[in-house]
């Protein structure tokens, strides 16, 4: 979570100076957002590739190269808790 804070804060600052220098954003934000969507989607395309050359298919091809992690990351309240394994005291 403190990851999504730190980037929202990062934008309101960059916004703010931008505000300061009266300039405008370079792109609208859906422009830029789908952007970054396709920066993240490139990234993919290699790695992919790699597996499906070795002859996985492209499902298995795309957990092998932990593309789902890279591109959604940490979703806030998805994180796997870990229960303590405590040995039962029999």
Not at 9 to 27: D, H, K, Q
Not at 57 to 83: M, W, Y
């Amino acid at each position: 979570m403190k990851l999504y804070l730190a980037s929202l804060g990062a934008g309101v600052l960059v916004g703010v100076v931008y505000s300061l220098l009266a300039v405008r954003s370079p792109a609208p934000p859906v422009v830029a957002l789908i952007g970054l969507l396709g920066i993240l989607l490139g990234e993919q395309i290699v790695p992919v590739a790699r597996q499906m050359i070795v002859g996985c298919g492209f499902r298995q091809a795309v957990d092998q190269a932990g593309c789902r992690g890279h591109v959604f990351g940490e979703l806030p309240g998805t994180a796997i808790k870990q229960e303590s394994q405590i040995p039962n005291a029999e």
